[in-house]
């Protein structure tokens, strides 16, 4: 990350009071990445999105033969080393494995999926509410569990912690270690920040530069552990809430090295930094110009911005966060920086994952003093624009900085 982010991340900071075997990692025997690594039977939406990513791999017809399952439609992109596959998900179908065959020229690869069921407890996604206690954790600075996990190859840069910027060690373990310290303070919920792998070269301890969505970053510990301490969690009363980032990510995101459309990302050919003018997506009056120029610019430019008005990538993003309440147990989902995505998609996120889970929670950061710019985002709120909102919680910073 670079430094000019420094300042925000830290300030923030202070004032914000199994794997299966059906994805592979590059590198460990797998010619093909497909995600979401795994999915369940359930759902209420019966569409399925796949991104299958692989030499070449846009040049493969597809087929599988599964009871209740069916390939909808294959969309090929830009570069030919995606496919995205949309499987329609019959709402009989049976809990499994099957295998997806890609056919080209005489050669077959077969990809083995994995589907589970849904856990039917809506206490599994359980939302936070009004009543819960939250206590925030930043996991690099908040306690060290397993020092083995200091050093992973691969990932760039190791603990140091005469480095302010840098890594500290702190981990998910360390936070499994102290769930009954944070119990006996009287906290119902935590809040983590970004977990996610961040693969970049320098000062992303922080998380918010995310380089895999579907991977914990391994000086964090595994996604088995992450899920582990959101059970544990469930267990002595603590909710878990995963801090979520789909407006950018990192530089050294797997993606930007084989950016799958021109339009995946917003400047994609010459970045160009945000305005950071929050109101002129709420101004009737205010030009489609001032508008993009808030949404479209980047943070930084080790912050890549995402184009969420890009179909493929709108269904990607909005399974992740799917794929994460399920796969884990979530109590909610805190969204980073709530404006800046795409003011139309960000809506229909939050419609569809309330969709899934109506007794889930989650809470948008919009980073102002302004309470009625606030209130714009919230659901429930008629708007003289005629934009309408699912977003079901904001962050309170006009009274933060009063308390200040």
Same mark, same amino acid.
């Given at each position: 990350?670079?430094?000019?982010?420094?300042?925000?991340?830290?300030?923030?900071?202070?004032?914000?009071?199994?794997?299966?075997?059906?994805?592979?990692?590059?590198?460990?025997?797998?010619?093909?990445?497909?995600?979401?690594?795994?999915?369940?039977?359930?759902? =209420?939406?019966?569409?399925?999105?796949?991104?299958?990513?692989?030499?070449?791999?846009? =040049?493969?017809?597809?087929?599988?033969?599964?009871?209740?399952?069916?390939?909808?439609?294959?969309?090929?992109? =830009?570069?030919?080393?995606?496919?995205?596959?949309?499987?329609?998900?019959?709402?009989?179908?049976?809990?499994? /494995?099957?295998?997806?065959?890609?056919?080209?020229?005489?050669?077959?690869?077969?990809?083995? *999926?994995?589907?589970?069921?849904?856990?039917?407890?809506?206490?599994? /996604?359980?939302?936070?509410?009004?009543?819960?206690?939250?206590?925030?954790?930043?996991?690099?600075?908040?306690?060290?569990?397993?020092?083995?996990?200091?050093?992973?190859?691969?990932?760039?840069?190791?603990?140091?912690?005469?480095?302010?910027?840098?890594?500290?060690?702190?981990?998910?373990?360390?936070?499994?270690?102290?769930?009954?310290?944070?119990?006996?303070?009287?906290?119902?919920?935590?809040?983590?920040?970004?977990?996610?792998?961040?693969?970049?070269?320098?000062?992303?301890?922080?998380?918010?530069?995310?380089?895999?969505?579907?991977?914990?970053?391994?000086?964090?510990?595994?996604?088995?552990?992450?899920?582990?301490?959101?059970?544990?969690?469930?267990?002595?009363?603590?909710?878990?809430?995963?801090?979520?980032?789909?407006?950018?990510?990192?530089?050294?995101?797997?993606?930007?090295?084989?950016?799958?459309?021109?339009?995946?990302?917003?400047?994609?050919?010459?970045?160009?930094?945000?305005?950071?003018?929050?109101?002129?997506?709420?101004?009737?009056? $205010?030009?489609?110009?001032? =508008?993009?120029?808030?949404?479209?610019?980047?943070?930084?430019?080790?912050?890549?911005?995402?184009?969420?008005?890009?179909?493929?990538? $709108?269904?990607?993003?909005?399974?992740?966060?799917?794929?994460?309440?399920?796969?884990?147990?979530?109590?909610?989902?805190?969204?980073?920086? *709530?404006?800046?995505?795409?003011?139309?998609?960000?809506?229909?996120?939050?419609?569809?994952?309330?969709?899934?889970?109506?007794?889930?929670?989650?809470?948008?950061?919009?980073?102002?003093?302004?309470?009625?710019?606030?209130?714009?985002?919230?659901?429930?709120?008629?708007?003289?624009?005629?934009?309408?909102?699912?977003?079901?919680?904001?962050?309170?910073?006009?009274?933060?900085?009063?308390?200040?």
């Amino acid at each position: 990350m670079n430094k000019k982010a420094f300042p925000r991340f830290v300030t923030w900071c202070f004032l914000s009071v199994l794997f299966l075997s059906s994805h592979a990692w590059p590198g460990e025997g797998s010619t093909l990445r497909v995600e979401p690594p795994n999915w369940w039977t359930g759902f =209420k939406e019966t569409g399925l999105q796949l991104m299958i990513h692989g030499q070449d791999i846009a =040049k493969y017809d597809v087929a599988l033969d599964y009871p209740g399952i069916r390939v909808e439609r294959v969309t090929r992109v =830009k570069s030919p080393n995606y496919l995205f596959v949309y499987l329609d998900i019959g709402t009989e179908t049976k809990p499994g /494995a099957f295998d997806i065959t890609f056919s080209h020229d005489g050669k077959t690869i077969s990809h083995q *999926y994995q589907l589970l069921k849904k856990n039917p407890d809506p206490a599994h /996604a359980a939302g936070f509410s009004s009543a819960d206690n939250i206590y925030l954790i930043k996991p690099d600075r908040f306690a060290n569990g397993n020092p083995d996990n200091y050093n992973v190859e691969c990932m760039c840069y190791t603990v140091d912690r005469s480095n302010p910027g840098g890594r500290h060690g702190g981990d998910i373990k360390g936070i499994a270690d102290r769930l009954d310290y944070i119990s006996e303070l009287g906290f119902t919920a935590i809040w983590l920040n970004p977990l996610l792998e961040n693969k970049m070269p320098d000062f992303s301890y922080h998380g918010y530069s995310t380089t895999d969505f579907y991977r914990v970053d391994p000086r964090y510990g595994s996604n088995e552990e992450y899920r582990d301490l959101v059970q544990r969690s469930r267990s002595m009363g603590i909710g878990v809430i995963m801090d979520m980032i789909i407006n950018h990510i990192g530089s050294a995101h797997w993606w930007m090295q084989d950016l799958p459309t021109d339009d995946w990302l917003n400047h994609q050919e010459e970045w160009q930094i945000t305005s950071h003018e929050h109101i002129s997506e709420q101004d009737i009056y $205010a030009a489609d110009a001032d =508008k993009k120029s808030f949404s479209d610019g980047w943070f930084v430019e080790t912050m890549p911005d995402l184009n969420q008005r890009n179909p493929l990538l $709108a269904d990607y993003l909005t399974q992740n966060a799917l794929w994460w309440i399920e796969y884990l147990g979530l109590a909610g989902i805190r969204m980073d920086t *709530y404006p800046y995505p795409d003011k139309t998609f960000m809506p229909e996120w939050s419609r569809r994952v309330m969709l899934v889970y109506p007794d889930f929670n989650f809470v948008g950061e919009e980073w102002t003093d302004n309470p009625s710019a606030i209130t714009y985002w919230q659901a429930g709120n008629v708007i003289r624009d005629g934009y309408v909102s699912y977003l079901t919680s904001l962050m309170d910073f006009p009274l933060q900085n009063a308390l200040r």
